[in-house]
């Protein structure tokens, strides 16, 4: 391996502490990495050089004396809507600009804790609401396989700086597809553990009920990994699980043999790229050739999966967002009276997608159409919720592609909303359950662009998952790398 | 002429006096600089979230339980959306369906009638923070500029909500104080209206006699005492009947009380007040309440207000003492020692609720800082009942026991205030004051009985006022006869 920016984090790991670099070494490729390819994909909205700088000097003393904790010294890039203290955090809005938090999520927290070395926030949708990170107010990311194409969203900064490799991993959010589908678009693994799994304290709130905080990573076990420093339960957030936390990378080299795998037949169709469907059952066939037993499993609810998922996540979302007016932080626009000014800032801090939603959601809750539309949505999601229950009662997990289609241009579906949204059919309906699902690379379509492949289990059934997720990394063996991180321009 | 009858709901809020807020840790001081009891959480920070207290569970429990509602064993939060300044969120998490207290009642009395109002609801809520409005107005319109203080936002409010079952501005008060009473006796709240931990908005109709049917209602808010709720519905009862006498009709309505004034004055209308939007709020998990929580409260629950006062009247209190001692808890349990010292109970009562309340205002200070203990009382009173002491002389006595003087007989002692017992020693005076006085002597022995207080004046002069009158009447009684 010529530079260290192309190093998985288990290789990282393994080199720093075989004295084969430190992590100033470390924290240095991955920096001359963004130095060259921000100009071409803009993952980054805030490069913390101070801090992390500081984190990786105290790894490598830590180090010295022997220090085992895994993720020390290893350069991660965080969501921009993930709290940071001291750190500008802005979830891509005009309306946050500015602000520097005072506290650290609990992720962020267990991160820092963990050793990590945060070399800076990365860039999203507004409020995490899209799905190819154009929706940013500071400018669209690019997907570096291709940059007249999307990173996927609406965590697209993460999966682009993992992918070229200026951050050896990365943490996004996702609440209807924001981790998965950026990691199928971008070649990447990404996984959204069960709700609850991950503490949601600091993680600036989409829709509540529906947000997940997971890990971006070039392999499986690298996921695993991330998610593992995580994980648990947190006294902040009073819907994070209680209980004992899954094995999650205990079972990564089992194998298949014996399991039970569940294809939605609903996710598979003429709405679902050709080469994607290709991709899809040739994994599914050599899982099925690796002593895995496949059967067909049909989610009848899932139909109406993205219906009420643009009820439920937007309902949330009016009163997530209605702390924002300019009160107390970020951007304040002066009006004649308090309400004039509440209204101009936010008519001025929010974005077109974000206004969209906000005006959705607080429809969907007015009296008189309450019944008619949270109501039916919530119902939905029962029957959702109760559709894989039966499933899993039957199957280990369920298989489907990540994401219908392959990187999409910039701009070729920011005019129609809906098309937009159709991006994240295959992954809403696990959100809407709580349950945890993973999306790993399995090609490239005759154009070059990663192919995602989306395995779901039931709820804390990470190690199953994982497992299966490990399986399919080994039999596909995706070894390809962006155009961008293998160009000479980046070559030390 | 229509006869018009009343119908009045009320809503209470309550102010919780946990140790910290009710979904952060910052400490619920109102006394801070503002702005420094605050935290991510309570100024609502992008990503905080909230995480109940069970101080505040526990205290709303203990209301509802005093209020004889139902527990409810899954409650639900929600949100309730609107925008303001001072609600830092811009929704209060509040509940909605399934509050934790349903179904509840209390007893109120009026000059000896009982009437039972039914509690529809006691609900867990947030406080917001305090808006100071600058400028000639006061209020938000018109102001130059507002200031913002958090310290109070996120401090746990109670709701208690009443079915219309009130029908007077006299019962309205009395519930008022009756629940007032409840939340002191509980400990969980100092419920001081004029400092807002206690805050009623009436729901105010009339229909005329006989109907069922419920009228057009104004709330009415802003009341600042017990006194000026009671003001504001009955000028708001006169109001509407003017109103419809008159031929007008009366609007679903906000109407402030100014209390200067002594009216009432339309704020908003409610049909264009907000849409709140309530839904449940997904940061909140439902909150189970189990048999052994719910048996908890019960174990909990101390006397309450209207236990001790038919207690009190048992044991031999007047109906006024009786409600005396029950708002003034130490006394209360003062005089249950006394008496169950052997005291005569109308005696102590009479004392505690008039020189010892006088006292303790004067010195501003507490029972529990004075000298005086249920058996001092209780000798005290034994004393008294014994022809120790005078009653005038109990009370000397009382206030030096009052003033640390030590117990009633050193005080009584050291005070001279001892009744000369002795017959020999009273007898000699009376024989005295006898000679001194022949012509009175003489027209009591012809039957006209006007002299004899004279007599026994001039007796107790003469000892100082330490003889016993009675004894004193008896014997120049016997004299006479001689």
């Not at chain 1, 946050?96 to 999203?124: E, Q």
């Not at chain 1, 947000?211 to 009073?238: C, F, H, K, N, S």
């Not at chain 2, 005080?411 to 024989?431: F, G």
Request: contains cysteine; negative net charge; aromatic residues 6%.
């Amino acid at each position: 391996m010529s530079d260290l920016a192309d190093l998985t984090i288990a290789q990282a790991s393994a080199g720093l502490r075989a004295r084969e670099f430190n992590a100033v070494d470390l924290l240095d490729a991955v920096e001359r990495r963004a130095a060259i390819t921000e100009a071409h994909l803009h993952a980054y909205l805030t490069l913390d050089r101070e801090g992390s700088r500081n984190a990786a000097e105290a790894a490598d003393i830590a180090l010295v004396g022997g220090d085992p904790r895994p993720l020390l010294g290893i350069p991660i890039a965080l969501k921009d809507n993930m709290v940071t203290k001291g750190v500008e955090t802005t979830a891509s809005s005009q309306i946050l600009a500015g602000w520097k938090p005072p506290y650290d999520g609990t992720a962020v927290r267990r991160l820092k804790d963990a050793g990590a070395v945060i070399v800076g926030k990365t860039n999203l949708d507004e409020f995490a609401m899209g799905s190819s990170t154009e929706n940013s107010a500071y400018g669209p990311s690019r997907n570096p396989w291709n940059t007249d194409t999307v990173p996927g969203g609406s965590s697209g900064g993460s999966a682009a700086a993992v992918a070229v490799g200026s951050a050896l991993g990365a943490f996004g959010s996702d609440t209807g597809g924001s981790i998965r589908q950026p990691a199928s678009l971008t070649g990447t693994v990404g996984a959204k553990p069960t709700y609850g799994l991950v503490s949601r304290y600091g993680l600036i709130a989409f829709a509540s009920s529906l947000d997940q905080i997971g890990p971006l990573a070039r392999t499986v076990p690298d996921a695993a990994m991330l998610l593992e420093a995580v994980v648990g339960w947190d006294r902040m957030d009073t819907t994070s699980y209680h209980g004992d936390v899954p094995a999650i990378s205990r079972s990564l080299d089992v194998g298949v043999t014996g399991l039970r795998i569940g294809v939605i037949t609903e996710l598979t169709g003429e709405a679902f790229d050709s080469q994607v469907t290709e991709a899809t059952n040739a994994t599914i066939d050599r899982l099925s050739d690796a002593g895995a037993e496949v059967v067909e499993i049909s989610l009848p609810a899932i139909e109406y999966a993205l219906s009420a998922y643009y009820l439920i996540a937007p309902a949330e979302c009016s009163a997530n967002l209605a702390r924002f007016e300019g009160v107390r932080y970020g951007l304040r626009v002066d009006g004649s009276t308090t309400e004039e000014m509440m209204a101009r800032t936010r008519a001025e801090g929010f974005g077109p997608e974000v206004t969209r939603r906000i005006l959705l959601g607080t429809y969907a809750l007015s009296a008189g159409y309450y019944d008619a539309f949270y109501g039916q949505a919530q119902r939905v999601r029962t029957l959702i919720r109760d559709d894989f229950t039966t499933a899993y009662g039957r199957v280990d997990v369920l298989v489907s592609p990540t994401s219908p289609t392959t990187a999409f241009e910039i701009g070729s579906k920011t005019e129609d909303p809906l098309t937009m949204y159709f991006a994240d059919i295959c992954t809403i309906a696990t959100n809407l359950a709580g349950d945890p699902a993973i999306s790993v690379p399995v090609g490239l379509d005759d154009r070059g662009r990663p192919i995602g492949f989306q395995i779901m289990a039931p709820a804390l059934g990470e190690e199953v998952m994982f497992r299966v997720a490990a399986e399919v990394e080994r039999l596909v063996d995706f070894t390809a790398r962006p155009r961008l991180a293998t160009s000479e321009v980046v070559a030390p | 002429m229509t006869e018009w009858e009343a119908v009045i709901g009320l809503e209470t809020h309550v102010e919780l006096q946990t140790k910290s807020k009710m979904f952060c840790g910052c400490p619920v001081d109102f006394g801070d600089e503002p702005n420094t009891a605050v935290c991510p959480v309570c100024l609502a920070l992008p990503g905080a979230l909230p995480v109940p207290n069970r101080e505040a569970i526990e205290g709303i429990l203990s209301i509802g339980d005093a209020l004889n509602c139902t527990l409810t064993e899954d409650s639900l939060f929600y949100r309730k959306n609107y925008f303001y300044p001072d609600l830092p969120k811009n929704y209060q998490i509040s509940q909605y369906t399934f509050p934790l207290c349903v179904d509840g009642h209390l007893d109120v009395d009026v000059d000896g009638e009982s009437t039972t109002v039914g509690i529809t609801r006691v609900h867990m809520e947030e406080d917001t923070g305090k808006s100071t409005h600058v400028g000639e107005s006061g209020r938000i319109h018109g102001a130059e500029h507002t200031l913002l203080d958090f310290n109070r936002a996120g401090v746990p409010l109670v709701e208690v909500v009443t079915e219309p079952d009130i029908r007077s501005p006299e019962q309205a008060r009395a519930y008022g104080m009756e629940l007032q009473r409840i939340v002191r006796a509980l400990g969980v709240s100092d419920a001081r209206l004029e400092e807002g931990s206690m805050r009623f908005d009436a729901n105010i109709s009339i229909r005329p006699v006989g109907s069922e049917e419920l009228g057009t209602r104004s709330e009415v808010k802003n009341v600042n005492s017990l006194r000026s709720m009671q003001r504001a519905i009955a000028y708001e009862i006169t109001r509407q009947i003017e109103v419809l006498e008159s031929g007008g009709s009366i609007h679903l309505e906000t109407r402030h009380w100014d209390e200067a004034k002594g009216v009432t004055k339309p704020g908003r209308t409610k049909e264009d007040s907000a849409d709140y939007r309530y839904f449940q709020d997904p940061d909140l998990l439902p909150l189970h309440i189990d048999d052994a929580w719910r048996e908890r409260v019960r174990d909990r629950r101390p006397k309450l207000p209207a236990a001790k006062r038919a207690r009190y009247r048992e044991l031999g209190a007047d109906e006024r003492a009786a409600d005396l001692l029950t708002d003034a808890g130490d006394l209360g349990g003062l005089f249950e020692s006394a008496v169950a010292e052997g005291a005569d109970a109308r005696t102590v009562a009479i004392w505690l609720t008039g020189e010892v309340v006088a006292y303790l205002r004067r010195e501003e200070t507490e029972v529990g800082e004075t000298s005086l203990t249920a058996s001092s009382l209780a000798r005290l009173a034994e004393m008294t009942t014994g022809g120790d002491l005078s009653a005038t002389a109990a009370k000397e006595v009382l206030a030096g026991v009052l003033a640390g003087e030590g117990n009633p007989r050193d005080v009584a002692e050291a005070r001279d205030l001892l009744q000369i017992s002795d017959v020999n020693a009273i007898e000699a005076e009376v024989d005295a004051v006898l000679e001194q006085h022949p012509q009175a002597l003489e027209k009591l022995r012809e039957g006209d009985p006007k002299p004899i207080g004279f007599l026994v004046g001039q007796v107790m002069r003469a000892t100082g006022g330490k003889a016993d009158p009675r004894m004193v009447q008896d014997l120049i009684r016997k004299k006479t006869q001689e």
